[in-house]
């Protein structure tokens, strides 16, 4: 089945600067990825979805890359705020049903 | 619209003992999924559901059992709770049609089996 890999150590900014998150596949190149946002002590919420035939996403600060031949989506927030602070999850559909996700990279955003 | 609600939001087990999660939606989705939570995990899925009276296991089912009476309800049971089944347990939810469809999902149940 497929493997979701996303970068378990937290990733720390500056605002105002870009935050990129990597997320990592190994098996076949999945359909679609999702991205999802999650904040402590709350259930995940959708962000983005990039299908393999489009390299790139975007959704006000949001954007999203994907590179079949890296195996490999990136996220980007630009002008990065401390309110984006969160955990960012990774995640494609394995069954066809259900989602299957990485671990998360958390994101903290400084002032 | 309240979207996925989940029912209790904390609870504390004995080992042995049984309860049941409710996930309730109000937005006529026709699947819906259990995940666990754990620290260094992930979402895992527990269980899931393509429509009322349907159900299906996912990568961890051992030691739950679901049901889909009502579309708009979906229950996740524990029969003999143990403490490896501390976890945040979410529920979500997702209209039919393709795949890519986003999940949403609730606000979820903190579990400790002691």
């Known amino acids: 089945s497929q493997k979701i890999e996303q970068n378990s150590e937290a990733l720390n900014i500056q605002e105002g600067k870009t935050a990129t998150l990597t997320c990592n596949y190994t098996?076949?190149?999945?359909?679609?990825l999702q991205w999802y946002r999650q904040d402590p002590g709350r259930g995940p919420v959708f962000l983005l979805l990039?299908?393999?035939?489009?390299k790139e996403k975007r959704k006000e600060r949001l954007k999203v890359t994907f590179d079949t031949t890296l195996k490999q989506s990136l996220f980007h927030i630009t002008a990065s705020q401390p309110a984006d602070s969160a955990t960012y999850l990774c995640a494609n559909a394995d069954s066809g049903y259900a989602l299957n996700f990485g671990k998360g990279t958390s994101l903290l955003v400084t002032p | 619209n309240a979207g996925v609600t989940q029912t209790p939001k904390f609870r504390v087990l004995k080992t042995g003992q049984s309860m049941t999660l409710l996930c309730a939606q109000d937005m006529n989705h026709e699947y819906m999924y259990w995940y666990r939570q754990d620290p260094g995990m992930g979402l895992r899925l527990i269980h899931y559901?393509?429509?009322?009276?349907?159900?299906a296991k996912g990568e961890v089912p051992d030691g739950y059992n679901v049901s889909r009476l009502k579309k708009q309800n979906f229950l996740l049971g524990l029969e003999s709770a143990a403490p490896s089944q501390t976890s945040v347990y979410f529920c979500?939810?997702?209209?039919?049609?393709?795949?890519?469809?986003?999940?949403?999902f609730g606000p979820g149940t903190r579990l400790t089996v002691l």
């Open positions: 990039i299908r393999e035939n489009e």
């Open positions: 098996n076949y190149s999945p359909a679609y």
């Open positions: 979500a939810s997702r209209p039919e049609g393709g795949a890519y469809n986003e999940q949403f």
């Open positions: 559901s393509v429509g009322e009276g349907t159900t």
